[in-house]
């Protein structure tokens, strides 16, 4: 069965650092690139970064570039997404999305985990 | 940057209503385009993939068309199942994805 499970979201303060991990199984790891998408509450949907299939690419919004940083570590299947100089408008459910090709780009969110809560509040 | 327009932004229809779902892009993406599902509570589900491709084990009342710059989702018969918020995403460069269109029944 394909799965992503995240973890590592929580209450955090304003300024404060964060590090959410995703555990992929059952399938090809290294063959897929990966996203991080984040839900506000009542929200829609937000791309926050992605990263391809050799870490060769890699990307974020405009909203979190130069504060969060996605890595990837094949051997372990996993995906993190180190997050600092949090906000409260960071605050939101994050998703870890597998793309159905190895390309930052074009490519579908096929797979979806659950989602880690991240809250940023004093 | 791109804009995606998504309309409408919600629509309650009957049981067994053909319901269409439009969204357009401020460029030309190709066919970059893609829909998903998200029933309240759940993680988000792709249907739709490359504009008209229905990713497997989705029902095939589902659709989708279009290229370029407008698109369009289709339930052609409305179940009561399909209650969600439907959204379109464009992959052109980054990510981005349309405002959602909440579907209820009526």
């Known amino acids: 069965e394909v799965r992503l499970v995240e973890s590592g979201g929580g209450l955090v303060q304003p300024g404060g650092s964060l590090r959410l991990s995703c555990a992929a199984s059952?399938?090809?790891?290294?063959?897929?690139?990966m996203h991080w998408v984040r839900q506000g509450p009542g929200k829609g949907l937000e791309w926050v970064a992605g990263?391809?299939?050799?870490?060769?690419?890699?990307g974020y919004s405009d909203s979190v570039q130069g504060r969060f940083s996605i890595a990837r570590d094949n051997g372990k299947f996993s995906l993190s997404l180190q997050m600092s100089s949090l906000r409260a408008e960071d605050t939101a459910l994050y998703y870890c999305?597998?793309?159905?090709?190895?390309?930052?780009?074009?490519?579908?969110?096929?797979?979806w985990g659950q989602g880690t809560a991240v809250t940023v509040s004093s | 940057d791109i804009q995606m327009t998504q309309s409408p932004s919600s629509l309650s229809a009957s049981v067994g209503d053909r319901v269409t779902i439009t969204c357009q892009a401020s460029y030309d993406i190709r066919d970059y385009l893609h829909w998903y599902q998200q029933k309240p509570g759940k993680a988000p589900k792709l249907l739709i993939y490359?504009?008209?491709n229905l990713e497997t084990g989705v029902p095939s009342r589902f659709s989708g068309s279009g290229s370029g710059t407008h698109f369009t989702f289709t339930i052609s018969s409305l179940q009561p199942e399909d209650v969600a918020t439907y959204y379109c995403q464009q992959f052109d460069n980054v990510p981005i994805f349309g405002g959602g269109t909440k579907v209820e029944i009526k």
């Open positions: 490359d504009a008209y």
């Open positions: 990263i391809s299939s050799n870490s060769g690419s890699i």
């Open positions: 999305a597998k793309a159905r090709g190895d390309l930052l780009n074009f490519y579908a969110m096929d797979v």
């Open positions: 059952g399938f090809s790891f290294d063959d897929y690139g």
